[in-house]
């Protein structure tokens, strides 16, 4: 019957409205700098990580990673010293945030690499 058709979808589609979009992102957006600031503590104060509902600032020293919500198309844009712009968008499937041009490229994976780079 049509109410088991949650389907499994990605990007848009993943989700029912931009709440439930701008939801999901503020709890990615806030695990992520608890788990970065607990990663990388022992660098103190040359590295500081900021969150907000529509926003996630990462800076060490001369490097900054912005990761910003684009309601509009329901994703998520990361700018990178290491790798410039990458766009993610999430599938409701595996519950993860993937590149739109590498879905095996993982949101967080691919910040502590990038990261770990810096």
């Known amino acids: 019957s049509l109410q088991f058709s949650h389907f499994f979808a990605k990007g848009f589609n993943a989700f029912k409205n931009d709440g439930e979009f701008k939801e999901k992102v503020a709890d990615l957006f806030y695990n992520t700098a608890d788990a970065i600031s607990l990663k990388y503590e022992k660098l103190g104060n040359s590295f500081n990580v900021d969150a907000t509902d529509d926003l996630l600032s990462i800076k060490s020293n001369?490097?900054?990673?912005?990761?910003?919500?684009?309601?509009?198309?329901?994703?998520?844009?990361?700018?990178?010293?290491?790798?410039?712009?990458?766009?993610?968008?999430?599938?409701?499937?595996?519950?993860?945030?993937?590149?739109?041009?590498?879905?095996?490229?993982?949101?967080?994976?691919?910040?502590?690499?990038?990261?770990?780079?810096?």
């Not at 990761?67 to 999430?90: A, C, D, H, M």
């Open 62 to 118: 001369d490097s900054e990673f912005l990761l910003n919500r684009q309601t509009p198309n329901r994703q998520i844009w990361l700018s990178s010293p290491v790798s410039g712009s990458l766009k993610f968008e999430y599938n409701n499937e595996n519950d993860k945030w993937t590149d739109i041009k590498d879905p095996k490229n993982e949101i967080s994976a691919c910040l502590s690499n990038e990261i770990d780079k810096v």
